[in-house]
């Protein structure tokens, strides 16, 4: 479903902030500490998942204080829509991950179908070890049970929300918190 300029504007109208701007830039900060703990001696591959981990990359990465080789990669099942269907590969990655350690940047850990397969991808195709960062954790019982995330900003109720790299049909990923539709 596609809609247009102004409803992407009157869409604030019938949303509210569930996480404000400072809890985000925390959560941040928080991550940030976390992952250069853990991989600043490790050399590692960052991979940032396009478009919805544009974003939460962009603010992770100064918070990291080691040096890292970054790249991308693209893959969806949404495309603008709410509800996922098969991954769709618009990008593989785009440097190479064979014996790498890598740090795939996700905007959202929500059933998880999407990023499981991209690590699973990424396993085949030779990384050494592949750890997970999102800045949202969507609570909820519908993750697979073989799969976890390692590094996550926030948690948030299961509710359609945007804003950190999230969309609403494609608009508001540049919002500085997360909103929610109003229930």
Known sequence: MSITFEEAQDIIIQSEEIVSAS???????AMGKAITYDLELSDPLVLVVMNGALIPAGELLTRLNFPFQIGYLHATRYNGKTEGSELEWIVKPSVDVKNRVV????????????????VNVLNQMGAQVVYTAALVNKVHDR????FKVNYIGLDVEDRYIFG???DYHEYWRNLPGIWALKE
């Open 103 to 118: 740090l795939l940047i996700e905007d959202i850990f929500d059933e998880g179908t999407t990023l499981k397969e991209i």
């Open 143 to 146: 993750k697979p049970k073989d």
């Open 164 to 166: 950190c790299g999230m």
């Open 23 to 29: 809890e985000v830039q925390n959560a941040y900060d």
